[in-house]
Nanobody
Framework: QVQLVESGGGLVQAGGSMRLACAVSGRSFTRDLLGWFRQAPGKEREFVAAVTWSGDVTYYGDSVKGRFTVSPDNAKNSIYLQMNSLKSEDTAVYFC?????????????????????WGQGTQVTVSS
């Protein structure tokens, strides 16, 4: 059974940095990619980033491009989200997710509905 466990969240000042980790067990994904999403109170879940296990393909949401970096660590069966130049609007619960066996849409990795397995989430709070 697939399990995803996020860690690394907390409180940081605006302009600071933070790194999130997602530990993966039961890895047997049809798609060789994992995604990061976030959800702020009262808002829909938003795509943040995605990466293949080889690390040669990455995708980013427009709001985090140039500030966030996603990367895999195959030896540790983990993916990381390095977040720099954090802003108050980055405050949210961050989730990692593994895709379903079948995905829909040209940019399927950006839709939460194409992901089946989710971690419990980790809270990131950016104070201004």
């Amino acid at each position: 059974q697939v399990q995803l466990v996020e860690s690394g969240g907390g409180l940081v000042q605006a302009g600071g940095s933070m790194r999130l980790a997602c530990a993966v067990s039961g890895r047997s994904f049809t798609r060789d990619l994992l995604g990061w999403f976030r959800q702020a109170p009262g808002k829909e879940r938003e795509f943040v980033a995605a990466v293949t296990w080889s690390g040669d393909v990455t995708y980013y949401g427009d709001s985090v491009k140039g500030r966030f970096t996603v990367s895999p660590d195959n030896a540790k069966n983990s993916i990381y989200l390095q977040m720099n130049s954090l802003k108050s609007e980055d405050t949210a619960v961050y989730f990692c997710a593994a895709p379903r066996k079948v995905q829909y849409g040209m940019t399927w990795w950006t839709s939460q509905y194409n992901y089946e397995h989710w971690g419990q989430g980790t809270q990131v709070t950016v104070s201004s």
